[in-house]
């Protein structure tokens, strides 16, 4: 019988799953059972009908320290291993953030560096503690940032900032990641969790379908024409309009009381 504790943690708070990085010893630095556990309970929220949006967050003192250094030297990764990490272990719950019809929400405390970044940088939400900070320390080791940082981080605060951000390796404290648009709230420490969760649980009263729509255009709309992105709101639209939600909500508002949304 295995007792150790899991990796990752996955806990149904109503229809909020909330998903803990738990290796708080190690700062929950990534080492191989984190990524496959990690991985597999955001793909489990995803696919979870009772969940209608996630929390992600880290046990202990810090969100994430990135990969752990430790782990690797003692396996010798060499560049096959961490292609094979990146795609079939970091990039499954990258994707499935990212992917996920649900909004996701990082609640970062303290610490959050290297590849931890990448989750918190692809959530749709972040709330961050006032003493939390970013960090991608990967040029201190010659290695480039991963995990679809430079996408990531190019499209939220631009190339000049990013090559900043990748280059300098200096922390970015919480109100100037606020500043940026990097984080949407800054709150007390020791919060950001109960925040993230009292957030989550407003979005999980609102109609699903018209979330997993605003979600996708969103994501959509960095790359896409003015005329594509139209369309694209056109036809969600018109798949809201249809739905029992919208009635509903026609209903609430006429009726002055709170909606009751099911997803139909």
């Known amino acids: ?58 046990a202990g003192r810090a969100f994430s320290a990135g990969a752990d250094l430790k782990a690797m ?4 990764a ?22 996920m019809p649900k909004p996701v929400i990082a609640a970062v405390e303290g610490l959050v560096a290297g590849i931890g970044c990448a989750f918190v940088l692809a959530s749709d939400l972040v709330v961050m503690a006032e003493d939390g900070y970013f960090t991608l320390p990967f040029h201190n080791i010659g290695l480039v940032p991963d995990g ?40 007390a420490k020791g919060t950001a969790v109960e925040t993230a969760l009292q957030w989550a649980g407003r979005l999980a009263q609102r109609a699903p379908l018209a979330l997993q729509h605003s979600k996708r255009l969103l994501r959509e ?8 992105s139209y369309r694209s709101e056109v036809a969600a639209q018109s798949q809201c309009i249809d739905s029992e939600d919208f009635r509903e909500g026609v209903a609430a508002f006429l009726q002055k009381r709170e909606p009751r949304f099911t997803g139909r």
């Open 1 to 58: 019988m295995n007792d150790a504790p899991q990796a990752a943690c996955y806990e149904l708070r109503g229809p909020v799953a909330l998903i803990t990085l738990n290796r708080p010893e190690a700062l929950n630095a990534f080492d191989g059972a984190l990524r496959v556990q990690l991985a597999a309970a955001l793909q489990r929220a995803a696919s979870d009908a009772q969940v209608r949006s996630v929390v992600l967050t880290g």
């Open 73 to 76: 030297g003692a396996g010798k």
């Open 221 to 228: 709309a960095g790359g896409a024409e003015f005329a594509h």
């Open 148 to 187: 679809g940082i430079n996408w990531l981080l190019e499209r939220q605060i631009g190339a000049r900032r990013a090559y900043e951000f990748a280059v300098d390796c200096t922390r970015v404290p919480a109100a100037r990641c606020h500043e940026l648009g990097l984080v949407n709230r800054v709150v």
């Open 78 to 99: 060499d560049g096959d291993e961490v292609s094979r990490q990146l795609n079939d272990e970091y990039g499954l719950g990258i994707r499935a953030i990212m992917e």
